[in-house]
């Protein structure tokens, strides 16, 4: 079992960064992979990055390559993502996953999630 805290969310100016955090609590969570979701509103919940346990292996979508930043370190029990380059496109809740298995961009594939962060980007 594992439970998911988001933290790191606000408003920004577009062009501006954030950094966002999810604190994980349980004993294996650096055997998870874990994943940023996004769910702006009037829209269907997207996928925004993920990492694999070991920090290895990080996939991100078309819209953030580049802008965003995803990483963790599995001594803190933690997982970030640096957003840079903010768009208004940006805004939205952001949510923390964690699965079991191997990494993957499929949002039901996750099987923890967090309560989300709202964050919220201003032109």
């Known amino acids: 079992q594992v439970q998911l805290v988001e933290s790191g969310g606000g408003l920004v100016q577009a062009g501006g960064s954030l950094r966002l955090s999810c604190a994980a609590s349980?004993?294996?969570?650096?055997?998870?992979?874990m994943g940023w979701f996004r769910q702006a509103p009037g829209k269907e919940r997207e996928f925004v990055a993920a990492?694999?346990?070991?920090?290895?292996?990080?996939y991100y979508a078309d819209s953030v390559k580049g802008r965003f930043t995803i990483s963790r370190d599995n001594a803190k029990k933690a997982v970030y993502l640096q957003m840079n380059s903010l768009e208004p496109e940006d805004t939205a809740i952001y949510y923390c996953a964690a699965r079991e298995m191997g990494v993957t961009r499929v949002i039901n594939a996750y099987d923890y999630w967090g309560q989300g962060t709202q964050v919220t980007v201003s032109s």
């Open positions: 349980g004993r294996t969570f650096s055997s998870y992979a």
């Open positions: 990492i694999s346990w070991s920090g290895g292996n990080t």
